[in-house]
């Protein structure tokens, strides 16, 4: 029996989920549907560091956000170290974090390799922070991974159909199956009050002789600098609740502000672009599956959505267990039918 599976959404969270639905059920049939893909998602516009923090994922038990770390980690690794590093956007990266005060995290039982800095090497990096680490880990460039995700799942007989939807309801007797990975608009298509955006706000320019990124919080704020292959990404802020995609210009220069007074070497990075975006945000994320009570029908439902600032970084691991709902239905589905 042909199974029809639909996944909404075409940002990192939508490909990675659809493309693990393909290894674990190789005869099912896939639809994408999403009305916004590569550029215009969140997900192309994030910074992409693999950094996942207790301090900004709320919610999730901390063996389950250590277990999504280390299934992501082992992923973006593995393409960082083989032939598709460049073609996949994925390369290992060296880097500070430097904070006004130490935050819980487990970072040293994932990535390559972590060194909490001393206080004379903090000195030596002329930081006024008084905490900080020096970490090997990955950058994932989402310009290049969302057409990389979506070449191999394409490869693999998945199909893509441009629609907005209103209402998982138009759906109903078109699949047996359907992924939920629709961000933040999860608050007006299935009227999850619980998700809300935090709003970033970043610069793109030309600094190529900044190799290593930088990460630091201070004062309350969040200034960093990530370099890609073809810029260097400045930020940022966190706005919570703030819904405007509209450029703040005097955020602009607050931000090239802090980034000249805290990062390294930025004087003389010539600005190329802004973008702002809004990080899906739900306490805790929502990996779940659930039969739907849509009208007079029934619609299995598995929701993988709300990633917040780590929907890069853990986007991989939540598309496995999200696949792994998905196969659970299916076979319900088949045992049901019997
Ligand atoms: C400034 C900034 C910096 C960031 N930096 C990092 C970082 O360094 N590391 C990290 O891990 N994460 C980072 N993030 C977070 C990351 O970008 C997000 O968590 C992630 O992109 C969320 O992906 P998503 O696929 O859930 O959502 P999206 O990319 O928003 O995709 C949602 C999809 O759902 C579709 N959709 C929604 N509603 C409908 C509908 N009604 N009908 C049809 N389609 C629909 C859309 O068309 C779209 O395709 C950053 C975010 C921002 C804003």
């Known amino acids: 029996m042909m ?50 923090n207790l301090g900004h994922i709320k919610g999730v038990p901390i063996d389950t956000l250590k ?3 280390k299934i992501s980690w082992q992923h973006f690794s593995s393409l960082a170290l083989s032939s598709e590093a460049s073609s996949s956007g994925n390369n290992v990266t060296n880097g500070f974090v430097l904070q006004d005060t130490e935050e819980p995290q487990f970072l040293n039982e994932v990535i390559f390799s972590y060194h909490k800095l001393s206080r004379d090497e903090l000195q030596r990096l002329n930081s006024n922070q008084k905490h900080g680490y020096n970490i090997t880990t990955v950058i994932t460039e989402p310009k290049k991974y969302l057409p990389w995700l979506m070449r191999k799942y394409k490869e693999h007989g998945g199909q893509v159909v441009f629609r907005t939807l209103t209402s998982l309801e138009e759906l109903c007797g078109q699949y ?5 990975c629709c961000g933040l ?9 619980s998700i809300y955006p935090i709003r970033g706000q970043l610069i793109r ?5 900044i190799r290593g990124f930088y990460y630091i919080e201070h004062d309350g704020y969040s200034t960093y600098a990530v370099p890609h292959a073809d810029y260097m990404i400045l930020g940022g802020c966190r ?3 703030n819904f405007s995609e509209e450029i703040d210009p005097a955020l ?12 390294p070497g930025l004087e003389g990075a010539k600005v190329i672009d802004e973008w702002a975006g809004l990080r899906p945000t739900r306490i805790p994320i929502r990996v779940e599956k659930e039969s739907m009570k849509l009208g007079s029908r029934t ?12 929907g890069i970084s853990l986007s991989w691991a939540t598309a496995v267990d999200a696949a792994q709902m998905v196969n659970e239905l299916v076979d319900s589905s088949s045992h049901s039918k019997l």
């Open 3 to 52: 199974v029809r599976v639909c996944v909404v959404g075409a940002g990192i969270v939508g490909l990675s989920t659809a493309i693990n639905i393909q290894r674990l059920i190789p005869a099912a049939q896939i639809t994408i549907i999403a009305n916004k893909f590569g550029n215009d998602t969140t997900s192309a516009g994030a910074g992409g560091l693999f950094r996942p």
């Open 67 to 69: 277990r999504w770390s």
């Open 176 to 180: 047996d199956v359907v992924a939920n």
């Open 185 to 193: 608009n999860a608050k007006y298509l299935i009227g999850d009050e």
């Open 205 to 209: 320019m030309r600094a190529p002789w």
């Open 239 to 241: 706005q919570e609740g």
């Open 252 to 263: 602009t220069e607050d931000i090239l502000r802090r980034g000249k007074e805290k990062i």
């Open 299 to 310: 619609l299995k439902v598995v929701h993988n959505y709300g990633h917040g600032a780590n």
